[in-house]
């Protein structure tokens, strides 16, 4: 290159620099007016804007602070400009004496918390090197120990709004439906392949361990009877559970089931159902290895509701489940698919997507009026009609067809749509845009509300077809979007869906489980939550992650250590305002909630009282 173009590269690269400055200095300015706008709704006169952003962008004006108080000073305002913009800096400044109370309360416990986490024995790693136990380590790792903490106990009372991120084929402890199982004469297991196999000491397990069992109701004609302890047993070849929960014990001789033959076998199948910490934190797992994983689980848990007796049952029970969790309302997502119709009782026939939605609205309406002579409050529930975005173009067309049919015919009852299953898989939104744009002009022909809810951002790729989903769920006018984990690297695409309303359902356990961050505190929402994007938490999919709601909301909180009541708060509060609900329902739901927001915290802080009285005494009698 000639020294012309060496002089013309160095010019680019000053004004290029020059140039981001000055971004910088229009951002920094937005800042400062959202601070003037935020103080002036709260009365304060005091102008954030000083003509130098805050703080003198030259550098040498920050050399000139010599004197300490002077500096603390400058300190103390650039750190108060940046709690002023927090997400949960309205709420604070908005609580209320109770409110205060208990934030202070949280505080306190998170402290105690810590003491029980580093108290237990710490964990040995590679060479022997020690990890003592902490709060919001990996969550299956803790999980047990989550149980105990006084910040779990004050989310499970917490009252949470709207809970509007949860499959409905993974909301419930799967010891449910195995019970049920056990009850249904036509109940068959099935396997890929033969449990057992040659060898010796733990190699004659590798089967039990590698296998994929599945279940199903099945009339007499489609039986392919097949023994699944015999080594000829061929793959999918049927065998009546019933017979398989008698005989596993004489064949499953580990430890690890226990020593009572009668519950062996619920045991190891319920090892099979759940995500075990060694292998979601496995220095080996990837994301589509959990997500291989998850599949196979949520295969082995379908043909264990997909019937009416368990149906009925299962939504009934997941109502229950919402309820003891303290959430007001929800919205389910089911995935409507042939393929997902359900079976009658002794596998005959079948019911379709139309028959699965009059048995979710029996259920719910009799929960309701149950609820109700019980003066008790459940806001109701809404479907979020699901497709897998493995389909094909045409399918998807049938299914936005039936869903508008729904939507017609229980107006009330259908919340939204969205393409789901593994986003790295499967097809991007982007090769629907056809089918989704004809929908939204018939919607708009036929006056239908059905908001788009997209899965989208669930994944770690960037700059590819799948974070790009981000891009098509903007432009197709979406109401939220499920997860959003890479939004935060998207900052124009995040800046346009909080300039358009765009709400986040964060399901921190799920991305965790399913290897977007290691733990917690590496998840993109922290991010996302500094800029203010509106989000809500969620569950995802519970029963397979052994997690409630109550856990999302405590993995948010010890994520950050400075995090309080007024960020629970605020997540809550955007969870009922950005629901699919009509401005009545809200309102009536938004009163009950406010209702039992001020009983929780009486509750919290009689509660935590009562544990100071009981600690002071036994600290007494031991002295
Ligand atoms: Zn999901």
Redesign the pocket.
């Known amino acids: 290159m000639n020294s012309a173009g060496n002089h013309n590269a160095k010019c680019s690269r000053h004004s290029d620099s020059d140039c981001d400055k000055a971004a910088a200095r229009e951002v920094i300015k937005a800042h400062d007016s959202e601070i003037d706008r935020r103080r002036q709704g709260n009365g304060d006169g005091d102008r954030a804007r000083d003509g130098t952003y805050g703080l003198p962008l030259n550098s040498n004006a920050i050399g000139s602070v010599l004197d300490v108080a002077d500096y603390e000073k400058l300190r103390a305002k650039v750190v108060s400009r940046e709690d002023e913009l927090s997400f949960d800096a309205r709420y604070r400044s908005r609580a209320s004496d109770m409110e205060r109370r208990v934030d202070e309360i949280i505080r306190r416990v998170r402290k105690e918390d810590e003491i029980l986490f580093s108290g237990q024995v710490p964990r040995k790693g590679y060479h022997g090197q020690l990890h003592p136990r902490f709060a919001g380590d990996h969550f299956l790792s803790n999980v047990d120990l989550i149980g105990e903490t006084g910040l779990f106990k004050i989310a499970s009372m917490m009252p949470k709004g709207a809970h509007l991120?949860?499959?409905f084929n993974a909301c419930l402890p799967p010891y449910v439906l195995l019970d049920i199982a056990k009850g249904m004469d036509r109940m068959f297991i099935t396997s890929n392949i033969p449990l057992i196999c040659k060898g010796k000491g733990e190699d004659k397990f590798e089967n039990f361990d590698k296998c994929e069992i599945q279940f199903s109701i099945m009339s007499p004609d489609k039986e392919d009877a097949g023994d699944l302890f015999s080594p000829r047993y061929q793959s999918r070849q049927t065998m009546k559970f019933s017979e398989f929960l008698n005989r596993f014990s004489t064949y499953y001789t580990r430890a690890d089931v226990g020593t009572d033959d009668k519950t062996k076998a619920d045991k190891w199948l319920l090892h099979k159902l759940l995500f075990q910490e060694e292998e979601a934190y496995d220095h080996l797992q990837t994301a589509s290895g959990a997500w291989e994983k998850f599949n196979g689980r949520t295969r082995m848990m379908k043909g264990l509701f997909n019937y009416v007796t368990a149906y009925r049952s299962y939504t009934r029970q997941c109502l229950e489940d919402f309820a003891r969790d303290n959430i007001q309302y929800a919205e389910i997502?089911p995935t409507m698919m042939a393929s997902n119709y359900i079976y009658s009782d002794d596998g005959s026939t079948t019911i379709d997507n139309e028959g699965i939605m009059e048995i979710i609205i029996k259920e719910v309406e009799d929960f309701q009026r149950a609820k109700a002579q019980e003066n008790k409050f459940f806001g109701g529930l809404k479907v979020i009609y699901c497709t897998p975005r493995s389909m094909l173009p045409e399918q998807v067309k049938d299914a936005l067809d039936e869903c508008r049919r729904f939507k017609k015919k229980w107006p009330r009852w259908i919340a939204g749509y969205d393409l789901?299953g593994e986003e790295a898989k499967g097809y991007p939104i982007r090769e629907f845009i056809p089918q989704l744009l004809d929908f939204r002009r018939k919607c708009a022909e036929e006056n239908l509300d059905i908001p788009f809810l997209f899965?989208c951002g669930?994944t770690l790729d960037l700059g590819t077809e799948t974070d790009g989903n981000l891009v098509d769920a903007l432009l197709l006018g979406s109401k939220r979007i499920?997860?959003g984990f890479a939004l935060a690297n998207h900052p124009y695409i995040m800046q346009q869906m909080k300039a358009k309303g765009i709400c986040l359902?964060l399901?921190p356990i799920?991305n965790e489980i399913l290897g977007l961050t290691p733990r917690v505190n590496g998840h993109t929402m922290y991010q996302l939550l500094a800029n203010n994007v509106h989000c809500t938490v969620?569950s995802?999919?519970g029963a397979l992650f052994r997690s409630s709601l109550s856990h999302d909301f405590y993995q948010v909180m010890v994520g950050k250590k400075s995090m309080g009541l007024y960020g629970w708060k605020q997540l809550v509060m955007w969870s009922l305002e950005h629901a699919c609900l009509e401005d009545e329902e809200r309102k009536d739901i938004t009163r009950h909630w406010e209702m039992l927001w001020r009983e929780f915290l009486i509750n919290v802080i009689e509660w935590y009282e009562k544990r100071e009285r009981e600690t002071a005494v036994e600290e007494k009698s031991k002295m």
């Open positions: 991120h949860n499959h997502r789901v899965h669930e499920g997860h359902e399901c799920s969620n995802d999919n």
